[in-house]
């Protein structure tokens, strides 16, 4: 194990020693040179000296006299050099211990190291209160042992560059460990000569807090620059002397243009590009405002055509302020406000297309503060018999039924908590007392400023009326239902008895006709078997041809629209005292299959009609067409007549049933006394049905 080291070699201070070292060396020169010099003289002058003085000796006397001289000399010599010496022992000693104790109370860490071991050989005790080590353990340290772990390499690259610099002071900062934790330091060192070979004193400043407070800068200064990104907000500085800004990044950015690499100041002009004339203008007189002395407070939106050629509004800051130091300035932002602004024109298109909306709809809108009216719409106030806003204060019980008054108030209570509307109709008043009935539909809303309700009124009463029509019509529809079902079972039975009673019997005696004949000898017989053979067939034809008839007319296949409807009209006239007139004009085209039927069985239903119940005295039939599309039936007479709003037969029903079911319109005109008139308007091809050629039907 490694001895530490008691004290610091400081006896061996460069500066001292190195003196010492130099007056020794010339002491013993000296020394050496005036023993020589004082024996060469007394060698060359001494017997001579001797004899100047009349003195005879002995040649002992003279060796003796030389040696008594010499040893004066050197005595005066020496006593000389040693006087030095010890001087400079004692401003040498004088030196360590102030030098001791400066190192020893340096506020700052300082220790000393080997260069060339990076063994620690010294510290002083803000050294050891910094890195938390005893002194005789940290003594026995290198710088390894302060140094972080996974940074080895870059010790190594740094005691290389320390022993390449020499006596040159190093300033480095790093970060080192102590036993509390890594610290931020910066370390300054300086090349120390010592016995042992060359060493480094190395003072430390900790500047954690310094580096904390720089990170917590850095991190303020990220955030600021990221919330001014996410605001698309830049900052901005103008000389009002010299006209010329610096601007940060942001700005570049924000405007569609490049961010220099270098910061320069540039005027606010160059950077603001006006979208129209009178922008420009406005610009211009706003930095002749700050380039002035006087108070500039400037808060303006600008519509500017970025760097980039894209339009973008911006939203401009600027107040002027004075440096201590006397100096003018003026301070501003900007801001992008493009989506800003681009959302209010929108919020306002939205809100003038609601207000539209809520003024077209047909549906009253009323807005209700404490049970008054504080808004309705125009469809709102005629509901209720009003003009225009003549409806404004009118309270809630003036306008809602007594009886449904406290159903409506606990409904608009319940407001947004409710997501279904009033469960059936409610009664509300009109100015002038009468009642409607209304759906409602009621919610939250703030209008003015206040929390209020909101309360959609819808008419209820044509619905009503149309509700009513609706049962009536089913009641009919259903009785139309079973009566069909009846015809159609009466018309399978008579059609059934036909074929069996007259058809069917036709065909047996037809058969036994033939056979008789077959098994006739005679001729003149057999001739007979077969002529009655001949008239049960022809007789069956004609049965047969009555009975198609009934299902569908021939004379529409056959001859079309316009003869059917002469023939029919002459079979059911003929043998009556009704006078027929007749008004047949040729279609501009034939109708489809389904439309020809229609018309001929509502025109046989209204012929029958007007001669079995309406004792007419004449009857009118006319057929037309009215355009390219479609054709008119007219059957009229001078009957009876009938009350139109009372019971109606089945026959009427059926009637508009199939001009219905063929896209047609059936209208029937009739009053007591004044005779009955039955409008059919048919097109000549159902909805949706492609038209092609009927030539070959």
């Known amino acids: 194990m490694q001895q530490p080291v008691a004290a610091p070699a400081f006896s061996s201070a460069p500066v001292s020693c190195l003196r010492l070292a130099e007056r020794l060396q010339q002491g013993l020169w000296t020394l050496t040179g005036l023993y020589l010099l004082v024996g060469v003289i007394w060698l060359l002058l001494g017997n001579r000296l001797l004899n100047l003085a009349g003195a005879t000796m002995p040649e002992r006397w003279s060796d003796a006299s030389f040696l008594v001289l010499s040893s004066i000399v050197i005595h005066l010599v020496l006593r000389r050099f040693t006087g030095l ?51 005789d353990e940290f003594l026995q340290q290198t710088l390894q042992a302060i140094w ?98 610096r601007y940060s990044p942001a700005v570049y950015r924000l405007l569609g243009r490049s961010v ?35 108070e500039v407070q400037i808060d303006v939106l600008l519509p500017l055509t970025g760097g980039d050629s894209q339009p973008r509004t911006v939203h401009l800051r600027a107040e002027s302020v ?100 009033v469960s059936s109709a409610r009664a509300m008043r009109r100015r002038d007392g009468s009642t409607f009935y209304a759906g409602l539909s009621a919610g939250d809303i703030r209008y003015g400023g206040r929390s209020c309700k909101l309360l959609v009124v819808r008419d209820l009463s044509e619905p009503e009326r149309m509700r009513d029509a609706l049962a009536e019509s089913n009641v009919e529809l259903q009785a139309m239902a079973k009566r069909l079902f009846s015809l159609q079972e009466d018309e399978r039975r008579a059609i059934s008895r036909d074929l069996h009673d007259d058809i069917g019997q036709a065909i047996t005696a037809m058969k036994l006709s033939a056979h008789a004949a077959l098994d006739e000898p005679d001729a003149d017989a057999r001739r007979e078997d077969l002529l009655e053979v001949v008239s049960l067939a022809d007789t069956t034809v004609t049965k047969l041809r009555n009975l198609s008839m009934l299902l569908r007319p021939p004379q529409l296949d056959a001859l079309g629209l316009e003869a059917a409807l002469r023939w029919q009209a002459s079979m059911l006239f003929r043998a009556s005292q009704v006078r027929l007139e007749l008004d047949i004009q040729a279609l501009d085209e034939r109708p489809g299959n389904e439309i020809e039927q229609a018309c001929f069985r509502i025109a046989q239903e209204s012929l029958t009609n007007a001669l079995r119940h309406a004792c007419a005295g004449e009857v009118h039939l006319r057929l037309h067409s009215i355009d390219g599309d479609s054709f008119r039936l007219e059957v009229s007479d001078d009957g009876d007549g009938f009350e139109p709003e009372g019971p109606r037969g089945l ?27 039955v409008t059919l308007r048919l097109p000549y091809h159902p909805v949706g049905e492609s038209v092609h050629d009927d030539g070959g039907r």
């Open 651 to 677: 026959g009427l029903i059926v009637m508009r049933e199939r001009a219905q079911t063929v896209g047609g319109t059936l209208a029937i005109e009739s009053a007591p006394g004044a005779g009955t008139r």
């Open 322 to 421: 004075t440096s201590p130091s006397g100096v003018r300035h003026v301070h501003g932002t900007l801001q992008d406000v493009s989506e800003r602004e681009q959302s209010r024109r929108l919020l306002r298109e939205r809100e003038e297309q609601f207000r539209e909306l809520v003024r077209v709809l047909p549906d009253g809108v009323l807005i209700l503060a404490d049970e008054h009216v504080m808004y309705a719409n125009a469809a709102g106030s005629a509901q209720f018999g009003f003009q225009g806003e003549t409806i404004l204060g009118e309270p809630l019980q003036t306008l809602v039924g007594d009886n449904d008054l406290p159903v409506v108030r606990e409904y608009l209570r319940a407001g947004s908590d409710r997501n279904e509307p």
């Open 260 to 294: 220099p690499m270098h910061r320069r100041e540039h005027r606010l002009e160059e950077l603001l590009t006006a979208s129209d004339s009178a922008t420009q203008a406005r610009i211009e007189r706003m930095i002749e405002d700050m380039c002035t002395g006087g």
């Open 85 to 135: 010496i010890v001087d400079e022992y004692a401003q040498l000693a004088q030196s360590e211990a102030l030098l001791q104790a400066k190192f020893m109370a340096l506020p700052s860490p300082a220790f000393i190291y080997d260069l060339a071991t990076m063994r620690i050989l010294d510290a002083n005790p803000a050294a050891l209160e910094f890195f938390g080590w005893e002194r």
């Open 148 to 245: 972080p772990n996974a940074d080895g390499e870059r010790l190594e690259e740094i005691i290389a560059q320390i022993r390449g610099k020499g006596d040159a002071t190093c300033v480095l900062n790093e970060d080192l460990m102590t036993r509390s934790g890594t610290r931020h330091v910066e370390v300054r060192s300086n090349q120390l000569h010592l016995a042992s070979g060359p060493a480094r004193l190395v003072v430390t400043v900790d500047r954690s807090e310094e580096r904390q407070a720089q990170d917590l800068r850095d991190e303020a200064l990220r955030r600021l620059e990221e919330a001014q990104s996410i605001a698309r907000l830049g900052s901005w500085q103008l000389d009002r002397t010299t006209g010329l800004g």
